[in-house]
């Protein structure tokens, strides 16, 4: 293996160094101050098959294509796809066998759409953390949609839990494990076994659908 190309070294008071990998294939070094050039190179270059696995698993992620807003254009939603058609309507979106839109909402069609999922995800996810939670036996104190591109969910130390409007985009049942992902850390806030054990309880194939987010989380996007 070659040297690993850092792409870009952020210092700060931190006190560990941190490497990530962002969805465009881009090396990103987090690393204190005091550090030294050729120890965070040792550092990267030790990490040369972990980083040389994520960067396969990136290149091996379906792409994206820009949407045109055209019929015949596919849209995701719950994990099926629905071909776009544009016709003369007083109702500006709304879903059939296909995603039909107005061509009165011209030239704001996109803010039509994606407010469209939005309604559906706050509808949709509402009802998915009132059918966990009772499951799991916990309440959050506040549900909200949030624009959030990668960050599928979050849970504050108040309970209040948090959505990406993509999210209903994903099959069902990915969704349900995000959902329960951050319900159980209403029980545990943090990623200990714990927290698995919990998420487990509920879904005992959770890795399997955490798994089809990691890969296909490019495709749940406008």
């Keep these: 293996m070659g040297k690993v190309v850092i792409h870009s070294l952020i210092r700060s008071r931190r006190r560990t160094i941190c490497l990530t990998i962002t969805e465009n294939a881009q090396i990103v070094v987090k690393a204190p101050f005091w550090t030294t050039m ?34 015949g254009e596919e849209f ?17 979106v709304q879903l059939k066998d296909e995603l039909v839109i107005s061509t009165n909402i011209w030239p704001k069609h996109k ?9 559906e995800a706050a509808k949709i996810i509402g009802e998915r953390c009132s059918h966990f939670s009772e499951i799991m036996e916990c ?19 108040r309970g209040k839990l ?12 990915v969704l349900d494990y995000v959902v329960v992902h951050e ?5 545990q806030l943090n990623h200990s076994r714990k927290f698995w054990a919990k ?20 495709l749940l996007s406008l």
Excluded at 76 to 92: A, D, E, F, N
Excluded at 147 to 157: D, E, I, L, P, V
């Design 38 to 71: 050729r120890y965070i190179e040792d550092f990267v270059n030790k990490k040369q098959r972990w980083i040389a696995k994520k960067l396969k698993d990136i290149n091996e992620r379906p792409k994206a294509k820009t949407k045109e807003y055209e019929n």
């Design 76 to 92: 995701l939603y719950l994990g099926k796809i629905y071909k776009l058609r544009i016709v003369p309507s007083h109702i500006p």
């Design 111 to 119: 803010e039509a759409i994606k407010l469209w999922y939005q309604k």
């Design 139 to 157: 309440e959050p104190t506040n549900i909200r949609i949030s624009n959030a591109r990668r960050r599928w969910g979050s849970c504050s130390a």
């Design 162 to 173: 948090n959505f990406s409007w993509r999210l209903v985009m994903a099959p069902m049942e």
């Design 183 to 187: 319900l159980a850390h209403l029980h």
């Design 199 to 218: 998420v487990k309880s509920v879904f005992p194939d959770y890795k399997e659908r955490q798994k089809w987010l990691r890969k296909n989380e490019p």
